[in-house]
């Protein structure tokens, strides 16, 4: 059995680490680098490190700042933020990224993500979908440059094609849980689970330790990204794995 993953995320802003609420009320955190350490120690099962404003921003992400962090790791590393173009791909790969992931350039270009997938093989194509329920339909859609844009497109709809074009693995976020630690939005994970053949990462609303549970079970997810419970130690990762084992979910072990 597969075992599943706990993910440590890093939103720099400026070089820093940030961390808001349904990216909103931005505050910083840390140094990238030293939190990468940290958590490459602490039993982190990958790490996630996205240039959240690169975007929106229309600029590329900061390779020195990757580049330093995955100095730090030794544990599978994924970058995403401004990046648009398979070249971007090459470049952040040379700079210690394992995987790149794609979100707003994906939707504006979706042939990025098969030229990717050809070029560097679809285990390292990671697609990030920014998703938030809309009122007037009931359904999720697809949000890029942060969180900014409504682009109308259906999430469910847009994370199989995804898959389709060749994207090996999904981020998938939820705006509404996002910073609020009130559970993964179960719903909206364990839909996306059940119709793509690819690991899904869920992400947005970790609080407690049985969250976690709640999204790896009843969600399917196969791994749980989070961020400020790591970073203000709410949670510890060896803790939570504790946990997790106790309750029969296959985990990673290093005590």
Known sequence: MLTKRIVPCLDVRGGKVVKGTKF???????DPVVLAKFYNDNGADELVFYDITAS??????????????????FIPFSVGGGVNS??????????????????????????????????????????????????STGKWNVFIN??????????????????ELG?????????????????YDIELTRTVSSLVSVPVIASGGAGKKEDFYEVLTEGMADAALAASVFHFKEIEIPNLKQYLYEKDIPVRREW
């Open 146 to 163: 942060g969180g900014r844009i409504d682009t109308g497109m259906d999430a469910i709809e847009w994370a199989k094609r995804g898959v």
């Open 167 to 183: 994207a090996g693995e999904i981020v998938l976020n939820s705006i509404d849980a996002d910073g609020v630690k009130q559970g």
């Open 24 to 30: 909103k009320d931005i505050k910083e955190v840390d």
């Open 56 to 73: 929106h921003e229309g600029r590329k992400l900061m390779l020195d700042v990757v580049r330093r962090t995955a100095n730090e790791v």
């Open 86 to 135: 398979v070249d971007d791909f090459k470049q952040i790969l040379r700079a210690g990224a394992d995987k790149i992931s794609i979100n707003s350039s994906a939707v504006k270009n979706p042939r990025l993500i098969t030229d990717a997938a050809l070029k560097f093989g679809a285990q390292c194509v990671v697609l990030s979908i920014d998703a938030k329920k809309v009122d």
